[in-house]
């Protein structure tokens, strides 16, 4: 099981950014997958996570400070999950991460059990 995030990079506020996790040596479509960061000094963070449509109904969660500027989706196809991040803010600065869900539902009490090595984004004039 791999998770590779991509797409981080040094942006302006008000920027928009679309992060890539990349999944391979699972069935994508049988896994909840979440979006966490991490910015220095602090404690990571869950900002999103979408449920399979498998075994599940695709829900979509968000942390309260993404929700109307954040949108996760995944390709079944392409074995990616996305988070979509516009009217980015330097409270947005950190290392993001996607794991994979033990489950299928975001809802579940299962751990994520499969992190990625992190993209950085920073968000900075």
């Known amino acids: 099981v791999q998770l590779v995030e991509s797409g981080g990079g040094l942006v302006q506020p008000g920027d928009s950014l679309r992060l890539s996790c990349a999944t391979s040596g699972f069935t994508l479509d049988l896994y909840a997958i979440g979006w966490f960061r991490q910015a220095p000094g602090q404690e990571r963070e869950g900002v999103s996570c979408?449920?399979?449509?498998?075994?599940?109904?695709?829900?979509?969660q968000y942390v309260d400070s993404a929700k109307g500027r954040f949108t996760i989706s995944r390709d079944n196809i392409k074995n990616t999950v996305y988070l979509q991040m516009n009217s980015l803010k330097p409270e947005d600065t950190a290392v993001y991460f996607c794991?994979?869900?033990?489950?299928?539902?975001?809802?579940?009490?299962?751990?994520?059990?499969?992190w990625g090595q992190g993209t950085q984004v920073t968000v900075s004039s």
């Open positions: 979408i449920s399979s449509s498998i075994g599940s109904d695709g829900s979509t």
């Open positions: 794991a994979r869900k033990g489950s299928g539902w975001c809802s579940s009490n299962s751990e994520y059990e499969y």
